[in-house]
Every structure is written in C-alpha cells, then in structure tokens.
C-alpha cells in the first residue's frame, strides 16, 4: 500500500461537531444578539418625559428643558442655594413654579417654608404690574431694566417682578419678606438654563 492511500479519508464519513461546540456557538450569537439590544436602548436619545401638571419633580437639565418647551417660555429661578434641591412643577395654563426644598424636605412638601419663584404668561405683564401697583395696599420699585417690583402690604413674602417687552410676570416667594424683595432687585432672578 502507498502512502498516498494510506492516508486517503473513507468517503461517506463526515466528521460532526462536538455538542459542547455547538453550545458554545449558540450562547455565543444569543450574547452577541443581547448586547447589540442594550447598545440600541442604551444610546437611544429621548428627552425626559414631562412631568404631568400639578406633579412635582426634582428640577435637572433635562426636567428644565422638557417643562420650558411644554410651557412656552423661559422658567425664571435662582442659583440653588447651597443646602436645597430644586424642584418644579407646572400648571395647566403655563405657570410654573420651583421651590428650593430645604434639609429634610420632600418633592410635594406642603409647607410654605421654602423658597418659590413662580413664571406666569401675563400679556403685557409691565403695564399689569403697573396698574396694580397703583393699589392702596401696594408698595413697588423700579429695577435697573426698567421694570418693575412690587408687593401687598398684606402680604409681603411675595415679591413680583415685569420687565419691559416681557409677557411673563415672575414671583419670588420667600418666608423673609426682605429676601424676596432683595433677591428680585438685586438681579439674582433670572431665566434658568
């Protein structure tokens, strides 16, 4: 006998995979099917669902984003101050509010302890300021822009601001009436980005 038949292979005699083999390759694309699914829902860029009216939520970068657009305008706030977390909710109507929670305190907290600015759509909101500054009970200043402060006698924790071309009207609540009229005046009431 050559060498040459010697090592010829019988034909008709295939050599079949191991089993542990094919459950190797099997596992393998099932791994390979699952990371290609989390990679997809994991890049996929949705913005953050909008918090329903009247529900209060923690205010982030996206939260912000999503409740401005739902609005229509900008949502006037301050720099968190240090020891609070803001939070927001809207209205029906556009209005919003953001409250910063202090130590201890819960998103819905009902207490009127903390720190609120509130952004209402007010046509004109300027002259509406103006006319109701003219009330007995009503004490106002004029702002560096040219527009205008003012609150109730009766109720002095609540401060609001109107600038020129604006059609939001801004309210800065705080327990300190003196806080709220210096942080309006002061500048430090601004539109949140």
Known sequence: MSAIAATATVPGKRRRPRRGMVVAMLLAAVLAAGGAFAAVELTRDEGPALPAAGTPVLLTGGVLSAVTAAAGHDVYGIATPAGTRPEVTRGSAGEVWVRYLGAGARLGDPRADHLTVGTYPRKDALAAAKAAAEGKHQRSAELP????????????????????????????????????????????VAPLR
């Open 145 to 188: 822009d040219g527009g205008l402060m003012l609150w109730s006698v009766e109720r002095p924790e609540s401060v609001y601001a109107a600038s020129p071309g604006s059609d939001l009207l801004v309210e800065v609540y705080s327990p300190d009436p003196e806080r709220a009229r210096a942080l309006v005046s002061g500048g430090a």
